[in-house]
């Protein structure tokens, strides 16, 4: 190596520090206008389910593959229809999403403290413990108000969640040794 050149970063370092990075910013974000957060965040997942649900639908009936034809074709009905539920119908769709970011939450949690605990040579694991911990608590607190508070605790305790795993990211991309 010659004097004054860089030393490469790990290539996965430089991608926690920015997933951070913009975790923390869409977590303030959501915080900040949680409402508005949740109205948006619905209604993009059933365009996606709807988009998602249509491409599917045109493979089904036009695509060269027939064994799985009508089962295919079944999902994307399914997919529309709840894109259109979602997307047309927005604040019923926040309170079933409500419910899904609990699970999601309570089983985010879990993972990350299992993770945490199997990654203790690593000096940022207790933050990745903490992300955990605070994921468990969140979901528990959406489940126990839902579906009273469904319209702005999505984006309340979904920017929490994200301004900790933001956090989590960053501590571990930066304690990562570069290489």
């Not at 965040?41 to 389910?49: D, E, N, P, S, Y």
């Not at 119908?89 to 299992?114: K, P, R, S």
């Not at 469904?150 to 301004?163: E, F, H, P, R, T």
Request: charged share 5%.
């Amino acid at each position: 190596m010659v004097a004054g050149t860089v030393v490469s970063q790990a290539p996965g370092r430089k991608w926690l520090i920015f997933g951070g990075i913009v975790s923390v910013l869409v977590g303030g974000f959501a915080i900040a206008s949680p409402v508005v957060f949740s109205f948006i965040l619905t209604q993009l997942i059933g365009a996606f389910c709807l988009v998602s649900g249509l491409i599917s639908l045109f493979q089904a009936v036009f695509g060269a593959e027939r064994p799985h034809r009508f089962l295919s074709g079944f999902s994307a009905v399914i997919r529309i229809a709840a894109g259109s539920a979602l997307f047309f119908y927005t604040v019923a769709g926040m309170a079933a999403l409500t419910l899904i970011l609990a699970v999601v939450f309570l089983t985010e949690g879990i993972v990350c403290a299992i993770t945490a605990l199997r990654m203790r040579s690593n000096p940022a694991w207790v933050w990745l413990l903490l992300n955990g911990l605070t994921a468990l608590l969140l979901g528990y607190v959406i489940y126990a108000k839902w579906p009273i508070d469904a319209s702005g605790v999505i984006g309340v305790l979904y920017g929490i969640q994200s301004l900790f795993s933001g956090v989590a990211m960053l501590m571990i991309g930066l304690k990562t040794a570069k290489s």
